[in-house]
T-cell receptor
């Protein structure tokens, strides 16, 4: 089993839709979690961190479920510009390195 | 904003050449990382460094080495380039356990 897993998609959704992605992790000692956005042929860019209590940034909501060992990203009112690949990143306590999922591709359709 | 600069956006090298990929960050971050990204395999950690002159192997260090002589600079070296090292190489830096800032990447083709 991979340490960090994501559904590769693509998720094809119409503009204005709500879409959610999950990312599962296998190490229960995982401590820090982030979501990144990566546009085609570009570098990943930090989208948001994921806190235990859940956090929101505009149309984006990130949540952590420690019991089931997954994090989620919810995008409301999808825009064409949200089309990208979304990567999750997980860090285990005692290290500063992150393990990345392979990403979930989102296509928002007009 | 932190800036992570990679010296080349595109490189084409011949099999057997020694290749240097340079990465410089401007925010005094202790941690620096080299990843490669391949379709279907995602980001895989090659080497990382938590301090000057310090280096640690990541998940796929074979065929690579690194150098960190100054805090702001982390170099990746392909000792003898091979075609299976054709990939997108991404450098990243971070402050302690915070999220990464990535450079814009170097797309290396080995022919």
């Amino acid at each position: 089993r991979k340490e960090v897993e994501q559904d590769p998609g693509p998720f094809n959704v119409p503009e204005g839709a709500t879409v959610a992605f999950n990312c599962t992790y296998s190490n229960s000692a995982s401590q820090s979690f982030f979501w990144y956005r990566q546009d085609c042929r570009k570098e990943p860019k930090l989208l948001m961190s994921v806190y235990s209590s859940g956090n929101e940034d505009g149309r984006f909501t990130a949540q952590l479920n420690r019991a089931s060992q997954y994090i989620s990203l919810l995008i409301r009112d999808s825009k064409l510009s949200d089309s990208a690949t979304y990567l999750c990143a997980v860090r285990t306590s005692g290290t500063y390195k992150y393990i990345f999922g392979t990403g979930t591709r989102l296509k928002v359709l007009a | 904003d932190v800036k992570v600069t990679q010296s080349s956006r595109y490189l084409v090298k011949r099999t057997g050449e020694k290749v240097f990929l340079e990465c410089v960050q401007d925010m005094d971050h202790e941690n620096m990382f080299w990843y490669r990204q391949d379709p279907g395999l995602g980001l895989r950690l090659i080497y990382f460094s938590y301090d000057v002159k310090m280096k640690e192997k990541g998940d796929i260090p074979e065929g690579y080495s690194v150098s960190r002589e100054k805090k702001e600079r982390f170099s990746l070296i392909l000792e003898s380039a091979s075609t299976n090292q054709t990939s997108m190489y991404l450098c990243a830096s971070s402050l302690k356990g915070n999220g990464y800032t990535f450079g814009s990447g170097t797309r290396l083709t080995v022919v």
